[in-house]
């Protein structure tokens, strides 16, 4: 998970360098659920294995991790939209909408998470957040 974590990462920052947009940005960030590469799927196949451990025998350990990286998403999400508490329910809705893709029948998760991010971004461009 570590190794998939780095990679994922470099390629994140890469593409937060040439975002133009707040949507592009957010894009960039959840791209492991939005790009349909067979690179990606690979590693979106790996993360769904990484949550099906985490949900049935996590250790603390295990915890810790996923803890640690879902803080350092909503950090970058934050940088993004300059709102925590819309940063972190931002997050926590897009990894359930990627559950529910893989627990319920005809859930299109690109099409459900571009339509979230596009809500999302009107609301907050509506309350001057950005």
Avoid: P, W
């Avoid at 707040?22 to 690979?42: G, M, P, Y």
């Avoid at 949550?51 to 950090?75: D, E, F, G, P, V």
């Avoid at 893989?102 to 859930?107: G, M, S, V």
């Avoid at 998760?109 to 957040?129: R, S």
């Amino acid at each position: 998970m570590t190794c998939l974590q780095e990679t994922y990462d470099e390629k994140l920052e890469q593409m937060l360098k040439n975002s133009n947009n707040i949507v592009e940005n957010i894009n960039a960030l959840f791209f492991l659920f939005l790009n349909d590469s067979d690179t990606v799927k690979k590693q979106r196949d790996i993360y769904k294995q990484f949550l099906t451990i985490c949900l049935s025998t996590a250790s603390h350990k295990m915890k810790q991790y996923n803890s640690k990286i879902r803080n350092k998403y909503i950090n970058i999400l934050n940088s993004i939209i300059f709102n925590k508490i819309i940063a972190t329910n931002m997050y926590d809705n897009i990894i359930g909408m990627f559950i529910n893709s893989n627990t319920l029948l005809d859930y299109d998760l690109k099409y459900n998470i571009q339509n979230y991010i596009q809500e999302q971004v009107t609301l907050i461009n509506k309350k001057g957040n950005k």
